[in-house]
Every structure is written in structure tokens, then in C-alpha cells.
């Protein structure tokens, strides 16, 4: 069994930063690549940044320049630093994960329940 739980939403004002954090926890071997979602009400949900065990990263046009994944292997955590926010930038994040149960098994795809984050113009 394993689990993602969400922290670091909140409200700020257009122009400043938020640092969102995904912990994984339970049988977990290794964890290939974790990711960012995010759904504005009435939206699709869609990719923010992800990041690969190699360290390889992408990011959504949107948010390039302004975000930042990153990830702490020793503690099966991602985050996503937020800067230079934007009233547009208010949705649900979702962290996402691909997670090795063991050596030859993985889990099926894994979501976290969410956390809000609201930009005030």
C-alpha cells in the first residue's frame, strides 16, 4: 500500500510564492517520476512540472521561468516552488507518482487528495 499526501496551499497575493510539498509513504522501493497536476474549477486537469529519477524535468509553458520542481530521494518528496504567482495560477494541485512496489512490480498510478491554492489579484 502506498499513499501521497499534499501540504503548502494557501492564499497569496499576485506576485508572490508558495512552496508545495508531496510525501510519499508506505512499501516503496524506488519511485521513477513524481509529477504536479492542477484543475481550476471547470477545467481540465493538467500537467504543471514532472520529474524523473534521473532528474529530468518538464514544465507546462505556463509556468516556465516561474516554477520549480525538485525532489528529496532520501525522503520520497517533490515540491513545487511557486513564484511570481498569478490569479491564473489558482486551481487544486495534484502530486502524482510512479512508484516500484519492489524490484519487478510497480503500484498502479497513485494520486494525492489535493491542495488549494488561491492567487488574489
Known amino acids: 500500500q502506498v499513499q501521497l499526501v499534499e501540504s503548502g496551499g494557501g492564499l497569496v497575493q499576485a506576485g508572490g510564492s508558495l512552496r508545495l510539498s508531496c510525501a510519499a509513504s508506505?512499501?516503496?522501493?524506488?519511485?521513477?517520476?513524481m509529477g504536479w497536476y492542477r484543475q481550476a474549477p471547470g477545467k481540465q486537469r493538467d500537467v504543471v512540472a514532472t520529474?524523473?529519477?534521473?532528474?529530468?524535468?518538464n514544465y507546462a509553458d505556463s509556468v516556465k521561468g516561474r516554477f520549480t520542481i525538485s525532489m528529496d530521494n532520501a525522503k520520497n518528496t517533490v515540491y513545487l516552488q511557486m513564484n511570481s504567482l498569478k490569479p491564473e495560477d489558482t486551481a487544486v494541485y495534484y502530486c502524482?507518482?510512479?512508484?516500484?512496489?519492489?524490484?519487478?512490480?510497480?503500484?498502479?498510478?497513485?494520486w494525492g487528495q489535493g491542495t488549494l491554492v488561491t492567487v488574489s489579484s
Open positions: 502524482n507518482a510512479d512508484i516500484n512496489r519492489s524490484l519487478f512490480m510497480k503500484y498502479p498510478e497513485v
Open positions: 508506505g512499501s516503496i522501493f524506488s519511485i521513477n517520476a
Open positions: 520529474i524523473t529519477r534521473s532528474g529530468r524535468t
